[in-house]
């Protein structure tokens, strides 16, 4: 499975880290702060699914990237409801 890193921050490293070392799946994609500009939905479309560990006020925009690009998401972030301006998701 192609694994994707939406935020390549202190938990994104770790996640990393623990796909590598067991070496069941390979890391498909690595989105940070550094390379924003690849994260795209041609870019997601090469991966089988997201994990995303960013920030609260990012998360939603993220996590409907990856529903425009029909990537499954695993969403890491916490509290990123809260900024969802009632928006429904589902």
Not at 13 to 24: A, D, M, N, Q, V
Request: with cysteine; net charge negative.
């Amino acid at each position: 499975m192609r694994i994707g890193l939406i935020g390549y921050g202190k938990m994104g490293k770790t996640i990393e880290s623990i796909i590598r070392e067991e070496g069941k799946h390979e890391i498909g994609l690595i989105i940070s702060e550094e390379n924003l500009h690849e994260f795209t939905v041609e870019n997601l479309q090469k991966i089988d699914v997201a994990i995303e560990f960013t920030q609260p006020n990012s998360a939603v925009s993220n996590i409907m990237k990856c529903f425009e690009a029909n990537i499954p998401v695993v969403v890491g972030t916490t509290a990123w409801h809260e900024h969802t301006q009632s928006k429904s998701l589902l």
